[in-house]
């Protein structure tokens, strides 16, 4: 391989002409968050947040046996690479070898005038083996639960009235065979001639999901209640292995140094994974130092992107110009799916959590594979190198619910519609990723899009890029894709200005497989200079009660351009026109006034905000907005009318209170500077006004001299304080 030229990148496109913000945006998918939200054919994306070419896939032609198929619940691959798959809902199994496919049962008839049964049985064979002579073993579900063994004639080797269904087969070191069922949730053995049954284990459970053996141990997976039960086989006695706090445990496997790998899932996780964007392939940060982990990225030969201080960052966000709605509440634990790692010392590790429903396990080439739903997604999981990858992802079916290597090649058996496919290892000659919208906020000018990748001699990346001002690139007035560009530095995002863009990149792999890879795709875009806009402005009295004559001014402003803002606050008396600049090149949203600094009355308050900070003179933009109108009120009502009358020892008050601006909020009084102050109630036993009358009668008075003190308040506890005198005779 020729020694690659390395190149290093300038600088992102900065625009600073008339009317345009002085600095560029730059968007960056570095992570397989990002990456995962796009489109892929043929590519994978790691949990290392890279983009690679997908191993090749086909479909495999059963000979239309495929076609009143719902579902491919299990294969087998025999020491031949003879295939056989087990589906429903009609229970039949397909033998596939030598590219041609035939059904093998249920056996056709011997009557040739006989047309087959066209009514759905509802059977379904879920799993598949081999005796210890090479014969298959089919088990039937459904009205009624039998293993069935093909010998070459379908003859059936086991029932039990309290099986309905056979979730799985396995066989021990000795040949004898052993059956998951359900729905008493029972696990029975037979001799390897299928004879002389057994139950080794009554589980509370409903239904034993899932089965694995080695060294006389036998792995149960239940559901309902998602335990993995140890069961001794010689002792024909259970202990709880792990409760994985799911609801079911749909597979198992056990590695030759006897760790067991469990698969498990909730009911929950159909239901939310549909509701979710995707799945997450999260990795924490870092990587784990191990012989065999991943290679250090090379630095000659490589593209990559700057790191540029001069330029704003955005990541996929809402943009500020859409209102931010509240995050919805996490899902529960429950909801998702994981896969398990039980050391034979019985110490659990979580090496797998995904919004994903779990069907199939197995463990190959040191890697775990892993079948799901309801996305049609293959993973393989290195749990050594704390890496996962969707490594294949159906458009048409929407399950992966059986898989079996056979050599270096996986054969997948797909539902909904039922579909075989032949996944090879060795990667595919071309792939395609298109990426998620790239959102400006605002119809935008798009700069310059650059790769952090490696591109072996020989192998290629092509860029296209498409623009639209909807959020949706199959509306009409979406642009076409532009022509595809071969990356080898920056490259022009050639689309029209528009709020939304879209990139693709196509990878071709080069000769002796150099196959090029992906790690940071970064994209940069201007918009013009957007005024500032002041959503809302808010005056009133501090309700700090050491802060009486406070006005408090709080303001929420927005700028599209993301630009820092500073305010002007002017103020007015109601029915004037003329603004008092009150303060100017505030930097933050909140002020406090103080109101004693001018007279009473009905006041308004504008806020301007501006971006000058980020612009020049010329291209500085400007927002504004007045407030709902506030009173300004520090003084006291007043006592207009006041009338004292004597009956007998009783003295009558008759007052008439006001205040020009504020509703009245209390008035009491006292005798003779009693500490104890008496409430009075206005004579519609009401405050709701500003001006009330008060009829106040003090019995039991002794002759001589009293004094009565009033203090009269408004809503904003101004306070005024009034004596009068009377004489009782």
Known sequence: MRQKEYMAVGIFLSIAAAGLAVTSVITRHQSSADFIKGQTDNIIVDSSGTLRLACQSSDVDCGGLLGEVWSIHAILADSDGTLFLGTGPNAEVIRYAGQTAECVYPLA??????TANPTIRNEHVFALAQDVSNRLLIGVSGAEGKL???????EVVFTDARVQY???IVKDADNNIYLGTGPEGLVFRLDP??????????AKDKNILSLAVKDAI??????????????????????VLYDTDQDEVPALWVDPEGAVYAAAASAQAAMLQLQTPGVSLKQAPGRPDIADGPKPV????????PNSDSAKEKKDETPPSQPQQPAPAPPAAKAAGHIYKITPDGFVT?????MAVLYSLHQHDGKLWLGTGNKGQLFAVDPAADEQAVVFEDKTSTQITAMVWNGNIAYLGLSNPARLVRLDPSPAQQGTFESVLLDAGQPARWGKLQIEADIPSGSRIKMACRSGNVQDPNDATFSGWSGETVVTGPVELECPAARFCQYRLTLTAGDNDALPVVRQVAAAFVIPNLAPMVTAVKAERSRDKSKPNIIEITTTARDDNRDELDYTLEFRKVGRTMWVLLKEKLDQNRFEWDGRTVEDGRYEVRVTASDRRNNTPETTLTGSRISDPFVIDNAAPEIREAEATVEGTAAVMRLTVADALSVLGRVQYTVDSNEKWVTALPADWVYDTLTESFEVRIEDLSSGEHVIAFSVADDLNNTLYKTYEVTIP
């Open 350 to 354: 979580d090496v797998f959590s995904e």
């Open 109 to 114: 008839s011997a009557e040739p005038n006989q």
């Open 148 to 154: 069935v063994r093909l010998a070459p004639d379908a």
């Open 193 to 202: 001639f299928c004879q002389n049954p057994e139950v080794i284990w009554d």
């Open 218 to 239: 036998l792995y149960a997976g239940s559901d309902q209640r998602g335990l993995i039960y140890r069961i001794d086989i010689a002792r024909k006695q259970a202990s």
């Open 166 to 168: 056979i979730f799985a």
């Open 298 to 305: 090379p630095m000659e030969g490589s593209l990559t992107t």
